[in-house]
């Protein structure tokens, strides 16, 4: 069974940077698509980043578009999301997910579309 781990997660300063690891053990993550996703308090897990499979199509949402980036590094088994002008709406659980690609090589911001998920890492953005 595919599983995820999180890291790299901390308090930060607002306009700071961050960087946040996920590794994959179990299998490789040559047939999956992956994502960050997040909560905050007293809110739903929302999508903000995907990859595909193959590494070569990604997706943000407007609410982290140009100052987040997501990556992969299939030999070391992680994704990895580059986090940097962080705000305190930033502030929250982060979570990676996989999705098992098979067809169409996408990738969702859906919950429903991931199948694995890491324990999480919090991030604070704070003064």
């Known amino acids: 069974q595919l599983q995820l781990v999180e890291s790299g997660g901390g308090l930060v300063q607002p306009g700071g940077s961050l960087r946040l690891s996920c590794t994959a053990s179990?299998?490789?993550?040559?047939?999956?698509?992956s994502g960050w996703f997040r909560q905050a308090p007293g809110k739903e897990r929302e999508g903000g980043s995907c990859?595909?499979?193959?590494?070569?199509?990604?997706n943000y949402a407007d609410s982290v578009k140009g100052r987040f980036t997501i990556s992969r590094d299939k030999a070391k088994r992680t994704v990895y999301l580059e986090m940097n002008n962080l705000k305190p709406e930033d502030t929250a659980v982060y979570y990676c997910?996989?999705?098992?690609?098979?067809?169409?090589?996408?990738?969702?911001?859906?919950?429903?579309?991931?199948?694995?998920w890491g324990q999480g890492t919090q991030v604070t953005v704070s003064s």
């Open positions: 179990g299998f490789t993550l040559d047939a999956y698509a």
């Open positions: 990859i595909n499979r193959s590494g070569g199509g990604t």
């Open positions: 997910a996989a999705a098992l690609s098979v067809g169409q090589d996408r990738c969702l911001m859906m919950r429903p579309f991931y199948s694995s």
